[in-house]
């Protein structure tokens, strides 16, 4: 079995010290030292990590990303279409329930049998973790190489393979909303473009610009290119995610995700993790057309769920319903001033937009240049 401490304090020694994931009884020893001895993030599901961990690196972390291999299939979407599009590579830990020829529970069978093919379809380079500590150091020694050629790295991990480390007592700390304006007033209804002219005019040196799969970051591209925005290509539902891993480990910036309805309800489990993490750099912008418009107009259920009430009692400081452009400036505003964790709410009409174009820059070289820009910013 590999000594647990040890083989963390291997993992620091390559720069590996910011973890996130969801717990897998095969991997509980090393997450307890990620909770012991690191930054660990849990997530609310396992493609919520990866996003996490992506923004992460993004900020300049190398992040590790620990699940158990059933929530491997939660994961597939950043994997393909975020991590192996942007050029963002994670290190991973999935462990192997269901091995074949060992016993196992019922829903662990095909999942054990499928656990590797999967991560070679999805062109992820892996190895089984050796339980011999010597192997294993040389084993983290190739992973880190991999990494840093912009390829994710996953190790399968065997029962029994970690010797035991107690998880320290945890604090069990609570973050609670302090400001709460619902709906009061008629909409204005303007449309997403005009809506993010408004966003966008109020960038400065310090703002990163988050755009949520489809319409939006391609609006956002027409509006105004630049090195401070980042275009969300497929992983729908992970922007807030991203923003969230990169607001924890890049302090210096101010961190605006512009999110949709559709994208938002497909993984609302984020808001909880949002929420208790709390960045006080990040504003979390909703714009609520009850619509999956980049796919034909398709109605959301939008309609029916308030927003506003989630993110406030998921621990959002401030939860903020705003009705015309000029109450979403000033409330943008009064964010950059107060800075706390922020969600905004804004009805938008439906796109009429049919010759929407698309960025004319690579996903990989939108990464680069806005981890350029991050390392740039100054307290």
Known sequence: ?????????????????????????????????????????????????????????????????????????????PLVSLNYTFRVPVLGFVSLRGEPGKQDEPQHELMGRITIPLLEHMQVKWMVLSSDMEEAQHQLSLAAQWIDRNR????????????????????RSSHVNDETDERHAPDQLPSRREALTVINALKDGKTVQLATTGKTGRELYEIEDAPN??????????????????????????????DGDGSLLMRMGSLATNGFYGPPNLLHIVLDNNAHDST??????????NFV??????????????HHLDELEYRIKEWKLTKRLTFICMKISRSLDRNLGRPQIKPHEVKERLMKFLKNIHP
């Open 296 to 305: 034909g107009g398709q109605s959301t259920v939008s309609h029916n769920v």
């Open 229 to 258: 925005n980042f275009y969300m290509v497929g992983s729908m539902g992970c922007i807030s995610s991203f923003g969230l891993g990169l607001a924890l480990n890049q302090k210096n910036a101010d961190a605006v995700v512009i």
């Open 152 to 171: 994710s790295f996953f190790f399968v991990v065997r029962k029994g393979t970690f010797e035991n480390e107690p998880l320290h007592k945890q604090k």
């Open 1 to 77: 079995m590999i000594h647990t401490k040890r083989f963390g304090s291997e993992l620091q020694k390559l720069g590996f010290s910011f973890y996130t994931g969801v717990p897998c009884s095969f991997l509980k020893h090393l997450i307890n030292y990620a909770i012991n001895e690191c930054d660990y993030v849990a997530a609310a599901n396992e493609g919520d990590a990866l996003a996490i961990a992506s923004g992460a690196f993004v900020a300049g972390k190398k992040p590790v990303v620990l699940m158990q291999n059933s929530g491997l299939t939660n994961a597939v979407s």
């Open 309 to 322: 009430n989630i993110a406030a009692s998921c621990g959002y400081k401030k939860s903020v319903y705003v």
